[in-house]
């Protein structure tokens, strides 16, 4: 059947570029178009589609809120479209933190008559429809060669996390002091065009140090290292970080259970382990792998995920060592490590 897709914008020129990329796409049919806010909460009620993108801007300042009511009055999957990806970051991460899955920028036309963006978009929504589809392909499994070294490393906090996991990371990130002795590093499905920007802004709300992880860095006490690439975030045989194209055809990027499986192998402490909100499977056979090798994994419960879809897969493996709200994350992670009181430098 069909993937039904609504188009939300304020511009009309915007809404005709919109139409011209879906029109020769057989698997995608146009479901409605809307201009204003209302129209599109009014829309949605009749007839929620499968997919809606919406304009960032269309609610006027606070265009993240409409789709905290849209997802509250007739939820559905929803991508974000922004003219200024850099300058909005902050209401980006706030959209996906009402439910949007992801954030693109929007398609323009060249002078040229080209339009600019078009590939990435049908690459986005092809993602986010095989998604939806319940697609969850598994990441290879190797062998251990889990290592025995007496290496001086920090003990390790790896977080996975995906829709609302920005702001559910924040709010774990705010609640931990400055001078953590753990190192900390994240995997977010987030397209990379955001990645400075959600590094950036995760700072602002922490006395720790958020940075994006780049190739050989090694996980440093009192930092926390975001993935930056559209490639799969991983801790190489040296503790430092690498990205890797494999698995070329995981529907997730940076993927969490390739991440966590690659601590498996690769990191020596049984450190601890956390997976959040976001929908589909990821991470989850990769936290069960890791608590088989004696990590301690924490799972947020569903009343506090905004979609319950990457910690209920794990609750069902068994990977949860505990399932716990977000709010207390937090104090689960500080109970299992040293945290001298200290303030962010």
């Not at 829309?43 to 993240?64: E, N, T």
Request: hydrophobic content about 45%; overall charge neutral; charged content about 20%.
């Amino acid at each position: 059947m069909p993937f039904q897709i609504a188009l939300a914008h304020h511009s009309e020129d915007a809404l005709k570029i919109l139409r011209q990329i879906l029109a020769p796409q057989p698997d995608y049919v146009l479901a409605w178009t809307a201009s204003t806010g209302p129209e599109t909460q009014r829309k949605c009620r009749l007839g929620a589609p499968d997919m809606l993108l919406v304009d960032l801007a269309l609610a006027g300042p606070d265009g993240a809120r409409l789709v905290c009511d849209i997802m509250h009055a007739s939820p559905c999957a929803v991508l974000i479209l922004s003219d200024a990806i850099a300058k909005n970051a902050g209401k980006v991460f706030d959209a996906m933190g009402c439910g949007a899955l992801d954030a693109i920028a929007t398609p323009v036309l060249n002078k040229s008559g080209s339009v600019a963006g078009a590939d990435a978009l049908l690459k986005k929504l092809a993602t986010i429809a095989k998604l939806l589809g319940n697609a969850a392909p598994s990441a290879p499994r190797t062998p251990s060669r889990a290592s025995r070294e007496a290496d001086r490393l920090p003990p390790l906090v790896a977080i996975g996390s995906s829709t609302g996991g920005p702001k559910a990371l924040a709010t774990i990130l705010a609640a931990l002091p400055g001078d953590l002795p753990a190192a900390l590093v994240v995997c977010q499905h987030v397209d990379l065009q955001f990645a400075q920007g959600l590094a950036q802004w995760l700072d602002s709300q922490t006395q720790l140090t958020v940075t994006l992880a780049r190739e050989g860095m090694r996980p440093r006490p009192g930092v926390v290292l975001v993935a930056g690439t559209n490639d799969h975030i991983v801790l190489g045989p040296d503790r430092t970080v690498r990205y890797t194209t494999h698995p070329r055809e995981y529907p997730y990027r940076p993927s969490v259970n390739t991440f966590f499986e690659s601590l498996r192998e690769h990191w020596p402490g049984k450190d601890l382990a956390v997976l959040l909100t976001g929908m589909g499977r990821d991470g989850a056979e990769g936290l069960a792998s890791l608590r088989k090798a004696g990590w301690h994994t924490i799972v947020q419960d569903e009343k506090t995920s905004i979609v319950y879809g990457m910690p209920a897969a794990a609750a069902e493996l068994g990977a949860a060592a505990e399932i716990l709200p977000l709010d207390r994350i937090a104090d689960a992670i500080l109970k299992k490590l040293p945290t001298p009181q200290g303030k962010k430098v």
